[in-house]
């Protein structure tokens, strides 16, 4: 397995950046950031730094019971947000089109509130510690139109 | 069935979405959405150009009182000549 040099934000463990050449360590570590090996597969997206180890992201997967229901009526949809891991956390902060939830956990399982929406309206739900945790891009709940004559 | 607020949790940056608890559900409220009703509820005279406007103002003014019809006149009168001052400045 090949290692490869990862710069980081000391402060936050964020990955900022792969470096490939020396000149390049160089360049990071003059804007304040740390460096250290990292496996080949490491990703800024997928992995960040904890005590100076690069580890992977906690996967959470937030999954609608539908994701389209009609806007105006009784109709709503419920997020299932499942963390992964040995020792989830008893809750975790969702974004609900940006607004923050928090969702308590049983055993790294929880359920956001009912979402609605009066009128037709897309919503986008992730997580919201995107330094901690991996959603691979959440979930989106369409609120559509209901079809004429139907 | 009577709803109530309970709490306003946050708006979008840009506005586009509010969420507000109601009724123990989170309600998304698209604020495009929300103007483009706002318009369509509008009364169609209003809506649908001047001469529909015009159409219903004339009928609007053949329900009003003699007295009313005169203070309207008086009021035209002086908004003509606001405007004709307004245009008169270049």
Known sequence: ?150 | MASKVSEVVTSKAKARQVVTVKDGKLEVTDQAAASLQKVKALPTWLTQGPDAAGAYVEQELNGLSKEAKAALKELAGAVAALRDRVASLG
């Open chain 1, 1 to 150: 397995m090949q290692s490869k040099m990862i710069a980081y934000d000391p402060l936050t463990g964020e990955i900022r950046g792969i470096c490939l050449t020396q000149p390049q360590v160089m360049a990071w570590q003059t804007q304040g950031l740390d460096i250290t090996d990292g496996a080949d597969e490491v990703d800024l997206a997928t992995h960040r730094v904890m005590e100076g180890q690069v580890v992977a992201k906690t996967v959470v997967e937030l999954v609608p019971d539908k994701s389209e229901f009609i806007a105006g009526g009784e109709e709503q949809a419920v997020v299932t947000v499942a963390v992964a891991g040995e020792e989830p956390p008893a809750s975790i902060e969702v974004l609900v089109a940006d607004a923050v939830q928090v969702v308590d956990l049983a055993a790294g399982f929880g359920q956001t509130l009912p979402i609605t929406a009066p009128l037709p309206t897309t919503i986008e739900v992730r997580v919201a510690d995107q330094l901690v945790y991996l959603d691979n891009g959440g979930c989106v709940i369409t609120a559509g139109e209901e079809e004429a004559g139907g």
